[in-house]
C-alpha cells in the first residue's frame, strides 16, 4: 500500500523565500490583479509614467505574495529588468525607524556594496546625502520601491518622514511606489497628507469556494497526489470546501496552511480541519489581541457571538456596553479595519450592520471562547 502523499510546504509567512515558478503554481482568485501590478512595472519602465499603488486587504490576503509574483514575471523579462532597479522593504524591515532608515535600507537592499556609503551618510545625519546616493545608484533606472505594510512603516518614520519620501519620488521623477496595508494611517487618508489620493487602492477580495479549491488542487498536483486531486472533484470535497469556507472565509494564507497537509481524511472533516487552523493560527491572533484596549477585546468577542452582522445597538447589547462606549468603540475598530460598517438588502437603509473584516478572525474568538464545543 503506498504512502499517502504530502504536498509540499508553502512559506505561507513569507513566500519572496519561494522560486518564482512555485509561487505561480499555487496562485489562484488574483491572476488579474498580478497582472495589473505586472502592467504598471512594465508600462513605468517604458514610458516612466508611474501609477503608484497600494494592495489592502487582512492579515494572509495575500499581498506579498502578489507583489512577489508580480514583480519576478515584470522582471523576467530582460528589456525590463534592464531598465529597472528593485527595493524591497520587507515588513519585518527592523531597524527602520525614520526616514534615513529608510533610504539606507533601500541602498542596501539594491546591493551590499553600497553598504559602506550608505552607513557614513547615515551616522552622518545627511538625508540629501542618502538621497543623493540612492539616485546615482538608480542612475537612467525605475527604481521599484517596494514597501510592504506601508501603513507601519508611516508610523515608525512619522509624518516628516511620508512627506520627505513623497517629496523624493516626485523630485526624483524615476520611482514607481508598489505598497501594501492592512489599514489606511492618517498618512495615506487624511486630506491634509501628501499621499493622500497619490496611491490607487486595490482591495483585495477573498477567494471564493471554487478558488480555495483550486488552490488545494494547484498543491495536490505539486505533490504528484493524483488521489486527493481527483477527491477534489468530488461532492463530497466541495460540500466540505463550502463548510470550511463559511467559517474561515477566503484567506489565501489559510488555505495554504490547510494544503501542507490536505487528504481526503482530513479535509473530509471540516470540524477537525478548521480545528486545526486556527490552532495552528493562534499565536498571531493572539498578538494582535493583546495590543487592543479592553473595551475593544469586549466588543469583538461580542461581535463574534453573535448569528450575524449586527447594529450598534444590538453590538451594545451582545458586549455588556453602553450604546455610546460601542459607538466609539466601534468607530476606532474600523479605522482600523478590524471591523466594516455597511447596508444589508432588505433591511432598514437608515442603519449600519457591522461585521469582521477578517471572517477567521471571528471563527478564532468563537473556537477559544467555546473549547469544549470545538
Given at each position: 500500500m503506498s504512502r499517502p502523499v504530502q504536498a509540499p510546504l508553502h512559506p505561507v509567512h513569507n513566500p519572496r523565500t519561494a522560486p518564482l515558478p512555485h509561487l505561480e503554481q499555487v496562485t489562484a482568485g488574483h491572476g488579474a490583479l498580478i497582472s495589473r501590478v505586472r502592467s504598471r512595472i512594465e508600462t513605468a519602465s517604458r514610458s516612466g509614467t508611474r501609477a503608484h499603488t497600494l494592495l489592502r486587504g487582512p492579515w494572509g490576503s495575500g499581498k506579498t505574495h502578489i507583489l512577489a509574483v508580480a514583480t519576478g514575471q515584470a522582471l523576467g523579462n530582460e528589456q525590463v529588468a534592464s531598465r529597472v532597479a528593485l527595493a524591497w522593504i520587507s515588513d519585518d524591515a527592523l531597524p527602520i525607524s525614520s526616514y534615513?532608515?529608510?533610504?539606507?535600507?533601500?541602498?542596501?537592499?539594491?546591493?551590499?556594496?553600497?553598504?559602506?556609503?550608505?552607513?557614513?551618510?547615515?551616522?552622518?545625519?545627511?538625508?540629501?546625502?542618502?538621497?543623493?546616493?540612492?539616485?546615482?545608484?538608480?542612475?537612467?533606472?525605475?527604481?521599484?520601491?517596494?514597501?510592504?505594510?506601508?501603513?507601519?512603516?508611516?508610523?515608525?518614520?512619522?509624518?516628516?518622514?511620508?512627506?520627505?519620501?513623497?517629496?523624493?519620488?516626485?523630485?526624483?521623477?524615476?520611482?514607481?511606489?508598489?505598497?501594501?496595508?492592512?489599514?489606511?494611517?492618517?498618512?495615506?487618508?487624511?486630506?491634509?497628507?501628501?499621499?493622500?489620493?497619490?496611491?490607487?487602492?486595490?482591495?483585495?477580495?477573498?477567494?471564493?469556494?471554487?478558488?480555495?479549491?483550486?488552490?488545494?488542487?494547484?498543491?495536490?498536483?505539486?505533490a504528484g497526489d493524483q488521489p486527493l486531486g481527483a477527491w477534489l472533484g468530488t461532492e463530497q470535497a466541495a460540500t466540505a470546501v463550502r463548510a470550511v469556507h463559511r467559517a474561515i472565509g477566503g484567506s489565501p494564507r489559510a488555505w495554504q496552511i490547510i494544503g501542507d497537509t490536505a487528504r481526503p481524511s482530513t479535509l473530509g472533516q471540516p470540524a477537525a480541519t478548521i480545528s486545526k487552523l486556527l490552532d495552528t493560527c493562534s499565536p498571531h491572533y493572539q498578538h494582535e489581541l493583546l495590543g487592543l484596549a479592553n473595551t475593544e477585546r469586549q466588543l469583538l468577542l461580542g461581535l463574534a457571538r453573535a448569528p450575524g452582522p449586527v447594529t450598534v445597538g444590538e453590538l451594545a447589547d451582545n458586549a455588556g456596553l453602553t450604546a455610546n462606549t460601542a459607538a466609539v468603540t466601534l468607530r476606532r475598530l474600523a479605522e482600523s479595519s478590524w471591523v466594516r460598517g455597511g447596508k444589508l438588502p432588505g433591511e432598514d437603509q437608515r442603519r449600519t450592520y457591522y461585521q469582521f473584516t477578517d471572517p477567521m478572525l471571528a471563527a478564532y474568538l468563537l473556537w477559544r471562547d467555546t473549547p469544549g464545543k470545538r
Open positions: 534615513p532608515d529608510l533610504l539606507h535600507e533601500a541602498i542596501t537592499t539594491l546591493g551590499p556594496e553600497n553598504a559602506g556609503e550608505a552607513r557614513a551618510a547615515r551616522l552622518a545625519a545627511s538625508v540629501s546625502d542618502l538621497e543623493d546616493l540612492l539616485a546615482a545608484i538608480v542612475g537612467r533606472r525605475l527604481l521599484v520601491l517596494v514597501a510592504e505594510h506601508i501603513d507601519v512603516l508611516f508610523e515608525r518614520i512619522g509624518g516628516a518622514g511620508a512627506r520627505a519620501l513623497r517629496g523624493f519620488v516626485e523630485t526624483h521623477g524615476r520611482t514607481l511606489v508598489l505598497a501594501s496595508a492592512t489599514r489606511l494611517v492618517p498618512a495615506l487618508s487624511s486630506r491634509a497628507e501628501p499621499w493622500y489620493g497619490n496611491l490607487d487602492i486595490d482591495t483585495i477580495p477573498p477567494l471564493d469556494p471554487a478558488e480555495a479549491t483550486s488552490l488545494l488542487r494547484h498543491r495536490a498536483a505539486l
